[in-house]
Structures are given as structure tokens and as C-alpha cells.
């Protein structure tokens, strides 16, 4: 009975693996540095459509397509509803061009943003079955990262808020999260996230979660 309610709550992601890692770990060096914040500019978002350009495309999805435009394309929606929001938002990319990876969080420090968001879509470990892994995760480092994560987390449920140490996730100052939001490897994760209105309301959840987080 109770795997029965469980796989009907799981609804659209009933067909996934579990994510490698379930626990997130806290560093406790690294949760306690204050925020910076710039105070002219207290809602500043850093949105962070991963990839770009014609080396780094990132994961190839189930039909072709490759992650760089996943990327891309969900961050302009969120870039949208957050600005509908009085959310300000500045982005890494806002074409198909590549970032040296660590001027992303570098950038986000430099202009002390309130939050860095890195936008992702997922394939699966060598060895696993890209017809059996789709999950949804977002990724943080410290204890800042950890409370707007768990934030995205609950909104997008079924979503994980798992740690990594990722290069977009190490600021001790900026509240930092990488988010998984789908599997283009698999065939519904790659129709969802190429579906315009199925995009626009994961990015409409997203955004809800960054706005209510920067209150
Ligand atoms: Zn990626």
C-alpha cells in the first residue's frame, strides 16, 4: 500500500534510478561566512545557463539536441518570471557562447549577487541505462548554497537538494546551487525539457522559490 502511494506521488519522474548520493554533508568551515550582499542592489539574481558555444555543449540529448540549449533556453524562462517578480536579473550567457567555467562564480562575486544559479541537464554515470534514470536534483556546497537549494528542492518536488563540490557551488559568499532540472538522455526528460510550456512552469517554480528565498 504504502509503495503503491509513494509510485503514484512520484507521478512524472515514477521511472528513475535513485541519485548516486542522498545525504548532504555539511562542511561546518564552510556555512558561516556571511552573505555578501550588495546593498543597492539587494534582489540581484546570477543566472547561469551551463555550457555554450561550439565546444561545450554539454550532455547530447535523447533526440539530438544538445544540453548547451537546454540550458539556455530554461534560464530565459526563469530570467522572465524572476524579473516579473522585481527580481534582477544578470546572466553568464545570454547566447550560444561559451564562459571559461570559473568566471562564472567569479563574475558572481564580483558583483556580489544574492544568489548564483546554474541551470543543467543531466545524463547518466557511464554503465547506467539512459532509459532508466530520470531524477531531478539541485546541487550545493555549504550552508548558504544549502537553504536556497532546499528551497528549489521542495518547489520542484520531486526533487532532491543534494551536495556536490562543484565549481559553481564552492562560493562561501554567495549562496550557490547547480540545478539538474531534468535527463535529456531520456526520451520524456528530453520532450519536457524542449516542451515550451512544460520548460515555463518548471522555470515559473524556480523562480517562485529564488523570490520568496531573497524576501
Ligand atoms: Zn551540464
Redesign the pocket.
Known amino acids: 500500500m504504502h509503495a503503491l502511494i509513494l509510485f503514484a506521488m512520484m507521478g512524472l519522474f515514477s521511472t528513475t534510478n535513485e541519485p548516486p548520493e542522498k545525504v548532504w554533508t555539511k562542511l561546518e568551515y564552510a556555512s558561516d561566512v556571511p552573505a555578501a550582499i550588495d546593498a543597492k542592489r539587494p534582489r540581484l539574481v546570477y543566472l547561469d545557463p ?2 555554450g558555444g561550439d565546444k561545450n555543449h ?2 547530447r540529448g535523447w533526440d539530438g539536441r544538445y ?1 548547451s540549449e537546454a ?1 539556455l533556453l530554461l534560464a530565459l524562462d526563469i530570467r522572465r518570471h524572476l524579473e516579473a517578480a522585481g527580481v534582477e536579473v544578470l546572466m553568464t550567457r545570454e547566447s550560444d557562447v561559451d564562459v571559461p567555467l570559473y568566471d562564472r562564480p567569479r563574475e558572481a562575486h564580483r558583483i556580489k549577487a544574492r544568489a548564483f544559479v546554474s541551470v ?2 543531466n545524463a547518466p554515470a557511464a554503465g547506467k541505462d539512459p532509459l532508466a534514470t530520470r531524477y531531478r536534483a539541485v546541487y550545493s556546497w555549504n550552508g548558504l548554497g544549502k537553504e536556497l537549494a532546499d528551497a528549489i528542492a521542495r518547489e520542484l518536488d520531486p526533487c532532491q537538494s543534494l551536495h556536490a563540490n562543484f565549481a559553481v557551488t564552492r562560493s562561501p559568499e554567495i549562496p550557490s546551487v547547480l540545478i539538474e532540472a531534468d535527463f535529456l538522455t531520456h526520451p520524456d526528460g528530453c520532450r519536457d525539457s524542449f516542451d515550451p510550456a512544460v520548460r515555463d512552469a518548471i522555470a515559473a517554480k524556480i523562480a517562485a522559490a529564488i523570490a520568496a528565498y531573497l524576501k
Do not use: A
Open positions: 551551463g555550457h554539454g550532455c544540453e540550458n543543467h541537464h
